[in-house]
């Protein structure tokens, strides 16, 4: 494919490190990292991955299994997943010194991302003019974003994320703190909601979002011309 980014253009993946969330063994969603994480490597982006806590990502098994395992996930594989080992923390990281800030998802990002902390990195790097990138609850981290007059970042923006369907035929609605997209409708953004396990994504702004697993790429496609 060559370099599609002119200069390489840097990306920061965001993991969770959340293990479990109330009970409920789990944490990132594979393809949701490693996705998004060839998209922009083989566009010849510069990509860095961390999460939350720092150290190595905990990834959901049921992402890892027969039916979900990817492509790109054998691929992570073939190459020892060396860039979910020994991650360093979202904190130590000036997140408007990348292009693209993507939020990877996957159940334990219900535990970490919807914290006043990383909704101040989503605020931040959008109001540098940056790109962000959620796919499925990663659209956790926009929970506590605030614009710059105080309101909800989503208020008004087409978001996609992982669906109260899609969540209730998971069986985990009784799990999960709330139910992400009935949130960020409360927060008044405008859900783009496309049927369970579709690939649905869309971009508004300098803001890409993808519903689930599927979604996945062509979210980071949008983030990378959005970047462009």
Request: proline residues 4%.
């Amino acid at each position: 494919m060559g370099n599609m980014c002119g200069a390489p253009k840097k990306v920061l993946i965001v993991s969770t490190s959340a293990k479990s969330m109330n009970g409920h063994e789990t944490g990132a969603w594979s393809e949701e990292i490693c996705g998004p994480y060839y998209v922009f490597k083989d566009s010849g982006c510069s990509v860095e991955v961390c999460s939350i806590a720092g150290g190595d990502i905990p990834i959901d098994k049921g992402s890892v299994n027969d039916q979900f395992k990817t492509e790109n996930d054998k691929r992570m594989e073939s190459e020892g997943n060396f860039v979910l080992r020994g991650t360093p923390m979202l904190k130590d990281f000036d997140v408007t010194t990348y292009d693209i800030v993507f939020f990877a998802g996957g159940h334990g990002t219900c535990v970490d991302f919807p914290t006043d902390a990383v909704g101040a990195a989503v605020s931040k790097a959008l109001a540098a003019d940056k790109v962000v990138a959620t796919v499925c609850h990663g659209s956790m981290a926009l929970v506590h974003a605030k614009a710059a007059d105080g309101t909800p970042l989503v208020k008004g923006k087409k978001i996609a994320c992982f669906t109260d369907a899609e969540e209730d035929q998971v069986k985990l609605a009784e799990k999960v703190p709330f139910l992400l997209a009935t949130k960020l409708k409360s927060l008044g953004a405008i859900l783009e909601e496309g049927e369970p396990w579709s690939d649905t994504a869309i971009i508004d702004g300098k803001l890409a979002s993808g519903q689930n697993p599927q979604s996945s790429v062509k979210c980071a496609k949008l983030a990378l011309a959005a970047a462009a």
